[in-house]
């Protein structure tokens, strides 16, 4: 098959109208027309040109992709696309999903609907907006990180996957009982949909369940040069990391039971992390800044292509086979970790390049995961940590201070919101790797559709939730 045919997977000839004209053969497709010079019987040529407008026609699997005379014409744009053999069933995705929360909030408390409720008018309102093409550029208030999570995630699908944000949004103000979203010509619906749904379904059974309420300090910058804004950033994370501390990290490695899962779950979601990170990176490529400003942005984009590979031959090394790594995804909180820092990126880059302290670590601390992991396996010659080596030699731990320093002199105003925003972040982030720890104590694997039922899942996460903290409060201060 020639490149050109190669891109379509049911290829079928778009002409409308095949005549013969003067012993020469005329495609005509609405205001187009071809003329064809053939040897030969021009009738059998039509013959054979009426069932290659046939997708499913048999033709096109006896060699048909192999003529040449194809090929030009699909250089001329008269071959198109068929329609898929199967379309994808989201009113079915919707069902189940319904089905789902619905059972678990069966007899469910007044809190409990009222919960629902308020996800279900985010939902609606901002999949209305995007109909309306009024795109939200506001940061949510973060009552817990469920809920801050799931506006933001919301918000940036009104951006990268608004039919996301409609399904999600029709299966809550079903439950909810409360106006359906309008009607509007979304894009195509993917697996992307499915997945949605899915984390979107837990954020908010977990936020009616147990809401991890967020009580942060309320910082504010005096105003000045942006580094200082990046240190004080730095100090905030070193008193949030001590405060709530990674006791429980220590209590699973030291669980003969609990480290394969919890190293498996770890790899999977750096692999995710660093494949869809990128993303995050790109709105900074947009901004009209300064040449030192641009030549870093460019750089650190650059740099952080293909690290993906280095987490996935660390999956394959803790005993993922390649077809578990591509069916699997996140458990909720951290794949909204990668929308929030999308959305955040988009609307605010001040504090977004604060974030960097998240995603790439303090400067002056190694990430010591990978070698703890190896070590609990007890396998110590394992290469986890290929990818923590190159953001060492790259020098990533001082990216935050980088970027942030080429805003130059930063405003009392908006340096004090950064500082909020960057914390709303960095708890979030902590947040979603206890999750973690928790979905692998449990034995659970992310996965749609779904299973189990929002009550056993819950009980299960519940359970693992204590024996992780319970082992994190008899271990004291290990890090």
């Known amino acids: 098959m020639s490149d050109r045919l190669s891109l379509f997977e049911r290829p079928h000839l778009i002409a409308q109208d095949i005549d013969i004209v003067d012993g020469a053969i005329v495609l005509k497709h609405a205001a187009n027309t071809i003329s064809l010079e053939v040897s030969g019987d021009p009738r059998a040529a039509v013959a054979y040109l009426e069932e290659l407008r046939n997708p499913n026609s ?167 040069p942006a580094i200082n804004l990046v240190t004080q950033a730095e100090r905030a994370t070193v008193a949030l990391l001590e405060s709530h501390g990674e006791d429980w990290i220590s209590g699973i490695l030291a669980e003969p039971d609990d480290v394969k899962k919890f190293a498996q779950a770890t790899f999977l979601a750096q692999y995710h992390i660093s494949l869809h990170y990128v993303a995050c990176l790109a709105p900074l490529l947009r901004l009209r800044v300064g040449a030192e400003a641009r030549s870093l942005f460019r750089a650190y984009y650059a740099e952080e292509l293909g690290h993906e590979e280095h987490e996935r031959a660390a999956c394959r090394a803790v005993g993922l086979s390649d077809a578990q790594i591509d069916e699997s995804t996140l458990p909720p909180l951290m794949g909204a970790y990668l929308d929030v820092m999308a959305y955040l990126a988009e609307i605010d880059p001040l504090p977004f390049c604060l974030c960097v302290i998240v995603a790439e670590g303090l400067p002056g601390r190694r990430k010591t995961l990978p070698e703890k992991i190896a070590h609990a396996l007890g396998e110590t010659g394992l290469d986890l940590g290929a990818h923590v080596e190159i953001d060492e030699a790259l020098n990533h731990g001082q990216m935050a201070r980088r970027l942030v320093r080429t805003f130059g002199t930063v405003g009392a105003a908006d340096g004090t919101r950064a500082l909020s925003r960057f914390l709303d972040v960095l708890y979030m982030s902590q947040a979603a790797w206890r999750e973690l720890g928790v979905w692998s104590t449990a034995g659970l694997a992310p996965r749609v559709p779904f299973e189990p039922s929002m009550i056993e899942l819950l009980l299960a996460l519940e359970d693992a939730r204590t024996r992780v903290l319970s082992a994190a409060s008899t271990r004291g201060g290990a890090s």
């Open 58 to 224: 048999a033709r096109w699997s006896e060699g048909a992709a192999e003529n040449p005379l194809l090929d030009e014409l699909c250089a001329c744009g008269w071959i198109g696309e068929g329609f898929a053999r199967s379309q994808d069933d989201t009113h079915g995705d919707l069902g189940i999903a319904q089905a789902w929360l619905g059972n678990g909030l069966d007899g469910a408390n007044g809190a409990m609907r009222a919960t629902m409720t308020r996800f279900a008018t985010e939902a609606v309102g901002l999949a209305n907006s995007w109909s309306a093409f009024a795109l939200v550029r506001d940061w949510p208030s973060w009552r817990s990180v469920a809920s801050g999570a799931f506006a933001c995630q919301l918000r940036n699908w009104q951006r990268t996957s608004p039919a996301a944000l409609h399904a999600v949004a029709k299966t809550f103000a079903a439950l909810a009982k409360c106006e359906a979203p309008s009607p509007a010509s979304y894009p195509p619906p993917s697996a992307g949909v499915r997945e949605a749904l899915w984390q979107s379904c837990i954020l908010a059974a977990s936020e009616t369940a147990s809401p991890d309420v967020m009580d942060l300090p309320a910082l504010e910058f005096a105003g000045g």
